[in-house]
């Protein structure tokens, strides 16, 4: 009978063993997070002159800083919705 307790206690996880956090994990978790920040960065800073200049092929006739200047909204808004949208697209390519 005391087999049958000690193999069941031996299959169950130990409960209430403070462990504390594995440092090394974490560290490695940071720098992980470091480097894709600066990934996404460099890929950002790459990728929003690209945006605008799609974007200005796509308006012909329209001079956006002109406009964004006057302060006209609706050309803020759509050229903000343009550059996020990039974005979205550079985000889904870093994590594929």
Do not use: C, H
């Amino acid at each position: 009978m005391t087999w049958l307790v000690a193999s069941i206690l031996q299959a169950t996880p130990p409960f209430g063993i403070p462990t504390g956090p594995d440092y090394g994990r974490v560290l490695l978790n940071a720098a992980f997070m470091i480097f894709w920040v600066i990934v996404s960065g460099v890929a950002f800073a790459i990728m929003a002159p690209i945006a605008m200049r799609v974007f200005n092929r796509v308006t012909p006739g329209i001079d956006e800083m002109a406009e964004l200047k006057r302060g006209n909204t609706a050309v803020a808004l759509v050229q903000g919705a343009t550059i996020l949208a990039m974005a979205l697209l550079v985000v889904a390519v870093i994590l594929k």
